[in-house]
């Protein structure tokens, strides 16, 4: 399989606990995407990479939210100290840059915190 | 700052009825691209077209076509003699070109049920 992978599926957690999710984007695309999509609506936009580089944070992502990208592969996004709120599913994304491509979106994460 | 509006939150058709899924933007930019995906129960999005700003002509794919009118800053979707497999959650995204990372903003989303 080729596409977007992210792990884990699902996760429950404690009011207060970190966790963390990864993105193994498509091999070729060098732009890696996260969006958090809660119940009812559409995606929106967290954050972004361009190869290693964090290139754009949404003000959606706050102190709490840190997400990486070593070598410009995989990426991983952690929530420190979660809150309710948190309960979302995190998409992660990828494209080729150079044009306006088409982003290629994994399964979802999706986090409930109780 | 751009906005992505799907006023239908929620279709409800007949296997074999047509259906139109209405999308309508807004953005300061001259040139953005426009994208309809669709999130079946799985989850994930799958993309189904991208248009530019610049390119107007409707376009047609099998079952689907989309209607891309600037005039009214709109980008209608149509499903042709619709199935059940086409029971999704349907979301219109715009992503502006000045916007180096090509962010997408979605709309709402509309969940359309095709009942057999």
């Known amino acids: 399989d080729t596409g977007v992978s992210q792990n884990p599926r699902h996760k429950i957690t404690k009011r207060g606990q970190n966790v963390t999710f990864r993105c193994d984007p498509i091999s070729e695309h060098n732009r890696l995407y996260w969006y958090r999509q809660t119940l009812g609506q559409g995606p929106e936009f967290l954050t972004y990479?361009?190869?290693?580089?964090?290139?754009?944070k949404s003000r959606l992502l706050s102190d709490r939210f840190s997400a990486e990208r070593p070598k410009g592969s995989f990426s991983t996004l952690e929530i420190q100290r979660t809150e309710q709120g948190d309960s979302a599913m995190y998409l992660c994304a990828s494209s080729y840059a150079g044009r306006s491509t088409e982003a290629f979106f994994g399964q979802g994460t999706r986090l409930t915190v109780v | 700052a751009q906005k992505v509006t799907q006023a239908q939150t929620e279709i409800s058709v007949v296997e074999k009825e047509d259906v139109t899924l209405d999308c309508v933007y807004e953005t300061r930019d001259t040139t953005y691209y426009l994208f309809w995906y669709k999130q079946p129960p799985s989850g994930e999005l799958v993309f189904l077209i991208r248009r530019n700003s610049f390119d107007e002509q409707n376009e047609i794919s099998g079952r689907y076509s989309w209607n891309f009118q600037k005039s009214t800053s709109s980008f209608n979707f149509t499903i042709t003699a619709s199935q059940v497999v086409d029971s999704a959650v349907y979301f219109c995204?715009?992503?502006?070109?000045?916007?180096?990372?090509?962010?997408?903003?979605f709309g709402g989303g509309t969940r359309l049920m095709v009942k057999p």
């Open positions: 990479f361009q190869n290693e580089a964090q290139l754009e």
């Open positions: 995204a715009l992503s502006e070109a000045g916007n180096a990372g090509n962010m997408l903003t």
